[in-house]
T-cell receptor, first 110, second 114 residues
């Protein structure tokens, strides 16, 4: 099946720890995105990548980092600089007419 | 004023009702308009996609765009309990490139009671 796979489904972060969220797609899409969703806040753009080896900051990039070494993969690292990381994280890729989303990762702080 | 405004609800209707969901926006340059449905703790899935103004119908769903009023709507006919979800509107200036990034509303939570 073609789609976007996010893992893990649930992730817990300890104080001062960096954690990485995985996003893989087999849709052959060039552009990929990371969004953060908080209750009642809608989706906010963290980072996006239009092509391999290139990425841009979104509206709330502070405390996050990404890489795009392969077309299929766009991992997101939540660094210790992100003081309020608890949220639902969604990865997406852009098709010809719409964005396609993964099933999300819920990140919580221990 | 936020770029996209959407009433968060919650909205509760009886099964079989017609549901109207709406978003207003401030940037008159938006051209692409989408509606996504999101079940709890799942990724959003595309329901409707509209370019510029007009209506689009797909089964029980109708999307309307009124660019003169900067207002978009999603109508659900014969609503079902399985329609219970959060509905997100999204829009963009272009499709592709840096201006193709979607701007989302906060979502309206809909509950359809049997």
């Amino acid at each position: 099946d073609g789609g976007i796979t996010q893992s893990p489904k649930y992730l817990f972060r300890k104080e001062g720890q960096n954690v990485t969220l995985s996003c893989e797609q087999n849709l052959n899409h060039d552009a990929m995105y990371w969004y953060r969703q908080d209750p009642g806040q809608g989706l906010r753009l963290i980072y996006y990548s239009q092509i391999v080896n290139d990425f841009q900051k979104g509206d709330i990039a502070e405390g996050y980092s990404v890489s795009r070494e392969k077309k299929e993969s766009f991992p997101l690292t939540v660094t210790s600089a992100q003081k309020n990381p608890t949220a639902f994280y969604l990865c997406a890729s852009r098709g010809t007419k719409a964005f396609f989303f993964g099933s999300g990762t819920q990140l919580s702080v221990l | 004023q936020k770029e996209v405004e959407q009433d968060p609800g919650p909205l509760s209707v009886p099964e079989g009702a017609i549901v109207s969901l709406n978003c207003t926006y401030s940037n008159s340059a938006f051209q692409y308009f989408m509606w996504y449905r999101q079940y709890s703790r799942k990724g959003p899935e595309l329901l409707m996609y509209t370019y510029s103004s007009g209506n689009k119908e797909d089964g029980r769903f109708t999307a309307q765009v009124d660019k003169s009023s900067k207002y978009i709507s999603l109508f659900i006919r014969d609503s079902q309990p399985s329609d219970s979800a959060t509905y997100l509107c999204a829009m963009s200036l272009n499709y592709g490139g840096s201006q193709g990034n979607l701007i989302f509303g906060k979502g309206t939570k809909l509950s359809v009671k049997p």
